[in-house]
């Protein structure tokens, strides 16, 4: 996948995420739907890119992505059965990509 297309999905997979989480507070059907297509965009994202050429820290670093991506996915399960369980692994996701933004900004 280019960097582009990747880039592209990264960014509408982020927006569906957004809506559906936001709709899904509001009680409304589809929002579990809008959750899923976005989580699993981003799961997929993160799997696509490649690490051949990283060093190990950043390696180790998008392992945590991937994690993040994969609890965001699990999070969409969560509110298909309408547990509040998708809260907790949301959070931990978006710690976790907090995380790997700031610590992979810094300089070796």
Do not use: D
């Not at 997979?13 to 959750?35: D, E, M, Q, W």
């Not at 994969?70 to 710690?95: D, G, H, P, Y």
């Amino acid at each position: 996948m280019s960097p582009s297309i990747r880039t592209l999905l990264f960014n509408f997979s982020g927006i569906l995420l957004l809506i559906g989480a936001a709709l899904y507070l509001s009680k409304l059907v589809f929002a579990p739907y809008l959750f899923a297509l976005g989580a699993a965009g981003i799961a997929v994202c993160y799997l696509t890119t490649p690490v051949k050429h990283m060093a190990v820290r950043q390696r180790r670093l998008q392992t945590f992505n991937v994690i993040a991506g994969l609890l965001m996915v699990v999070a969409s399960v969560f509110m298909f059965k309408r547990q509040n369980e998708w809260i907790l692994c949301l959070t931990i996701a978006a710690i976790l990509q907090l995380y790997t933004t700031f610590v992979g900004r810094e300089k070796s």
